[in-house]
């Protein structure tokens, strides 16, 4: 019986959450946690010490090693949790590594994709198209490689080219937050370069009035999503329902093939909102950063204050030089820079649809508050690491 799990990227925020669920969730599954470096294996090995039977883990520095060849011949799933940009030939080989390896058994990949590929322009406009994983699936896969992102779209969504009983899906997180059970990043990847700009400008930032409009969606139903499909991937390459076949049932859209792209979204705010409403307030109550940030001359409130922008121009030279000597450093200066103004507008439609059976929903949080979809919760956590570190 196939009931192995590859997870790559382990303990990052997304990978750290799916981990915690596959243990938790799926007693029976084994779990090969990929992790870069001894120190985060140790890491692992004593966060989840009673665990040890289901846990295996793999060191590899890269997705290209030897030891991450031999796991994901032996997975009848892989989850890659880990960064898509500038990862494509080595996802491609790690593809065919899992294409070799069928023999009569169906292999099941998911791979993780940024949302940056249906962004606007990053001007602050206020409105822009909403994106759907369903009916808008043909526009999003007409985008041309040249769009960031799809490069590596296209090699996962043609993997099952190299064989018949390949077959894979694409998750697109928006902005996430919340808190994973990732000891190494519990707290979302952009916050820190977020706070980096606020600090290093001494308020809160927006574009042209932060007009602009972005999904937040809660890591741990982030991950709840890998775990179905997971779960959905085990059941079939075991011979459960739909095992030779790379959708699901005629009247939901597919759950793997070309066209199982997953926008992972929920809640929307403005840009301005967020700053004003939660990331600045946060940062007044732990006392991250200057007082500055408010503005006391009125003794009744206490007004965020705010440096609009006319472009992100200013924003990506103050993040640029964090990403330096870091591979394709200047596609993440612009992306990041980039989330400041841009629109970044989707519904999540697939999963609700594949699996409403299981009651799965976007809405759905086990942390924080449902009306903010875990972004206090987030913000103020990372405040409290950035106390502790000074």
């Given amino acids: 019986m196939a009931s192995k799990v590859l997870l790559i990227g382990a303990t990052g925020n997304i990978g750290g959450a799916v981990l ?9 599954v084994t779990v090969i946690a990929q992790v870069r470096s001894e120190e985060d294996s140790t890491i692992l090995k004593n966060q989840y010490a009673q665990y040890n039977k289901t846990l295996q883990i793999v060191v590899a520095a890269s997705i290209d090693s030897e030891a991450l060849k031999q796991a994901a011949e032996s997975a009848a799933v892989v989850l890659n949790c880990g960064p898509d940009v500038a990862q494509e030939n080595n996802i491609n080989k790690l ?6 390896s069928i023999t009569d058994q169906p292999k099941f990949y998911v791979g993780t994709t940024g949302a940056a590929s249906m962004w606007d322009e990053p001007v602050g406009s206020p409105e822009a198209r909403t994106w759907d994983d369903v009916s808008d699936i043909d526009d999003l896969l007409a985008f041309p490689e040249s769009v960031l992102h799809i490069e590596h779209d296209r090699v996962v969504q043609r993997a099952n080219h190299l064989h018949p009983l390949l077959h894979t899906a694409l998750v697109s997180p928006t902005t996430v ?8 990043h519990p707290t979302p990847m952009v916050f820190p370069d977020w706070l ?40 079939r390459a075991n011979g459960g329902a739909g095992a030779a076949a790379s959708s699901s049932s005629s009247s939901k859209p597919e759950t793997w093939g070309p066209k199982a792209y997953y926008f992972a979204g929920s809640l929307e705010l403005s840009f301005h909102d967020f700053m004003a409403e939660f990331l600045l307030p946060a940062l007044k109550e732990y006392g991250v950063g200057a007082p500055s940030y408010f503005d006391y001359s009125n003794t009744n409130t206490t007004t965020p204050k705010i440096q609009d922008l006319p472009d992100v121009s200013n924003i990506a030279a103050i993040i640029g030089p964090r990403y330096a000597s870091f591979p394709g450093g200047d ?29 799965f929903k976007w809405a759905d949080v086990e942390e924080g508050d449902a009306k903010d979809q875990g972004i206090a919760v987030a913000v103020k956590a990372f405040c409290e690491l950035e106390k502790v570190r000074g």
Avoid: W
């Fill in 20 to 28: 915690d669920s596959l243990l938790k969730d799926y007693p029976g």
């Fill in 95 to 100: 593809l065919s590594t899992l294409a070799c």
């Fill in 177 to 184: 937050v919340g808190v994973s059970p990732s000891l190494k």
């Fill in 196 to 235: 980096h700009v606020v600090k290093t400008l001494g308020a809160g930032v927006t574009v042209n009035g932060g007009k602009n409009k972005t999904n937040f969606v809660h890591v741990k139903t982030v991950a709840k999503l890998y775990v179905l499909l997971a779960a959905d991937g085990l059941a």
């Fill in 331 to 359: 596609i993440y200066t612009q992306v990041i820079a980039g989330a400041f103004a841009i629109n970044m507008r989707a519904t999540g439609s697939r999963a609700e649809q594949v699996f409403e059976d299981k009651g």
